[in-house]
């Protein structure tokens, strides 16, 4: 039973993991995420930023079933999701970082390059990630913490962490 306002905020994170709104995450929705933003930004899956994010993807999808499905069905419920985020990440925020940096950097170089990427781009990233329209674009103007017009990748792996184990 979800409980405390944190714990639902966390909840709520959960559907945007499970890409095909089944129930629980799985490798495919990881999988599905990485083909979706390849064809956003028409960017081969042969490639060497596709096979990236892909291998990204894998390595994310591997550091969450570690942490959150606690019964080994290689599928993670919103109650695993729950309880691993919050019973494992909250104290430890950097650890979340370091899954999600793989998929992050590949990401980031799929839809921009190694220099960052534009503001504009990473709500496009967010959208086919399923992060409303409104919401991707003030998020991603927010990441942009240093003013510069780009988001880099310490920028994004930083407020990743904090979106998904800072309880405020």
């Known amino acids: 039973m979800v409980t405390s306002e944190y714990e639902r905020r966390i909840a709520a994170r959960f559907a945007g993991f499970d890409q095909d709104g089944n129930g629980y995450i799985d490798r495919?929705?990881?999988?599905?995420?990485?083909?979706?933003?390849?064809?956003?930004?028409?960017?081969?899956?042969?490639?060497?930023?596709?096979?990236?994010?892909?291998?990204?993807?894998?390595?994310f999808w591997q550091g969450?079933?570690?942490?959150?499905?606690?019964?080994g069905d290689q599928r993670i419920t919103r109650e695993e999701f729950v309880n691993g985020a919050v019973k494992r990440l909250r104290d430890n925020p950097d650890r979340f970082a370091e899954i999600a940096r793989p998929f992050l950097h590949a990401a980031l170089a799929v839809a921009g390059g190694d220099?960052?990427?534009?503001?504009?781009?990473?709500?496009?990233?967010?959208?086919?990630?399923?992060?409303?329209?409104e919401v991707a674009a003030q998020a991603a103007a927010q990441l942009d913490t240093?003013?510069?017009?780009?988001?880099?990748e310490e920028e994004i792996v930083s407020a990743f962490a904090r979106y998904f184990t800072v309880p405020e």
């Open 146 to 152: 240093d003013g510069d017009g780009r988001i880099d």
């Open 115 to 133: 220099a960052g990427v534009g503001v504009d781009d990473t709500a496009r990233v967010l959208r086919v990630l399923g992060v409303d329209k």
């Open 64 to 71: 969450m079933a570690g942490i959150a499905d606690r019964d």
């Open 28 to 59: 495919e929705d990881f999988m599905a995420a990485a083909k979706a933003l390849l064809a956003e930004f028409g960017t081969a899956a042969r490639s060497d930023k596709g096979q990236a994010l892909y291998v990204g993807a894998e390595a």
